[in-house]
């Protein structure tokens, strides 16, 4: 008796063992059950913004395509500005730190190592932009955000060394600005947002330019510019046949900064003043008086072949150059006319006898 008693208690004891177990099964399900539920409420949200991102990317890279197409219709350039090539043409050096600042999205026109993956707006060139892309889209939406960029600054713009994809998604957020850590350089010719690869040809012939003379130091203000490529070149050359004269009349060893500074007095400045009081800015718009000296100069030349004078005077050749060339084009093209005509059949007036 007393061990069938013992036997029933085991088996009374073993299912309310049992039925507790089942009970906490079942609880830790419920419960895992409510955390996958609520881990797939939260993972929903994310995996639609995920999906909006690629359409996002899809909708940049669409306007990439038609812009790039566009540029070959207009001519017009669409890429980033390398930023070694700029720092190396524009002869500029490293000035510094300047901290972290909020610096404005319009004003960043190049980068280092990816200016051929983004448009001057920073729109994807390629597909394979895409998953960077998309993940720092994300980031955007997270609490954190993005860490700052890093960027080199010249003049007022900026060259993006790290942080291409954030610049991206900012601009596609239509942000104003963004944070950035700052490293400046300092160079002779200020460079523009607006500025193309055309316009930095030209500004690194012009830094050249001051680079070789000095001029910024040793004539503050002498104003000379240039609005055509290869002009600052003629500018260089009359100064070393200037040094040659000088050496030859002193038979002595005369300096580049001697020379620059004698060219700059005794024979650009006066050539400029008579540019200036002859009117010939007027007759041609756009031009500078440097653009009319080195064109001048080039006129004296002919004119000297021309009338086998070993001298040509500045202000005949100015006179005479007026006269023939203008920069307003509907009277260029009838000067240009004239000129044809003169040589088809051998009437050119060379004001030989004023020489």
């Not at 051929?116 to 720092?136: A, E, K």
């Not at 040809?201 to 001029?215: E, P, Q």
């Not at 653009?291 to 500045?314: F, G, M, N």
């Amino acid at each position: 008796m007393s061990q069938m008693v013992s036997t029933r208690r085991q088996q009374s004891s073993g299912e309310a063992q049992y039925h507790r177990v089942t009970k906490r099964s079942i609880s830790n399900l419920s419960a895992f059950r409510g955390c996958a539920t609520e881990r797939r409420e939260k993972r929903l949200p994310s995996q639609l913004r995920q999906i909006e991102a690629v359409q996002e990317f899809d909708r940049l890279r669409e306007r990439a395509i038609l812009t790039e197409l566009l540029s070959l219709v207009t001519r017009s350039e669409v890429g980033l500005l390398p930023f070694e090539m700029v720092r190396e043409k524009l002869h500029a050096r490293e000035a510094g730190e300047r901290g972290l600042r909020d610096i404005p999205l319009d004003k960043i026109v190049g980068s280092v190592g990816r200016y051929n993956d983004f448009t001057r707006h920073f729109l994807p060139r390629s597909s394979s932009l895409r998953q960077r892309w998309v993940r720092v889209r994300s980031l955007a939406e997270e609490l954190q955000g993005w860490p700052p960029i890093e960027v080199y600054q010249i003049g007022d713009v900026y060259f993006v060394k790290d942080g291409n994809h954030r610049v991206s998604v900012a601009m596609e957020m239509g942000l104003k600005t963004i944070q950035a850590y700052v490293i400046e350089y300092i160079a002779p010719v200020p460079l523009e947002s607006s500025d193309t690869i055309a316009d930095l040809i030209l500004k690194a012939d012009r830094a050249d330019f001051l680079t070789r003379t000095d001029l910024d130091r040793l004539r503050p203000g002498h104003e000379i510019e240039v609005t055509l490529p290869g002009r600052y070149q003629v500018l260089l050359a009359e100064i070393a046949a200037h040094q040659y004269a000088m050496e030859q009349r002193a038979e002595v060893p005369v300096s580049w900064e001697e020379a620059t500074l004698s060219w700059y007095d005794s024979v650009y400045q006066p050539m400029a003043q008579l540019i200036e009081e002859k009117g010939l800015l007027r007759e041609f718009p756009h031009r500078t008086v440097a653009d009319l000296y080195t064109w001048i100069v080039e006129y004296r030349l002919e004119l000297r072949d021309l009338c086998k004078a070993p001298q040509v005077d500045e202000q005949v050749a100015v006179e005479d150059f007026a006269s023939r060339y203008s920069g307003r084009p509907l009277v260029a093209q009838l000067k240009a006319v004239r000129r044809f005509l003169e040589n088809l059949f051998g009437r050119r007036h060379a004001p030989c006898e004023r020489l």
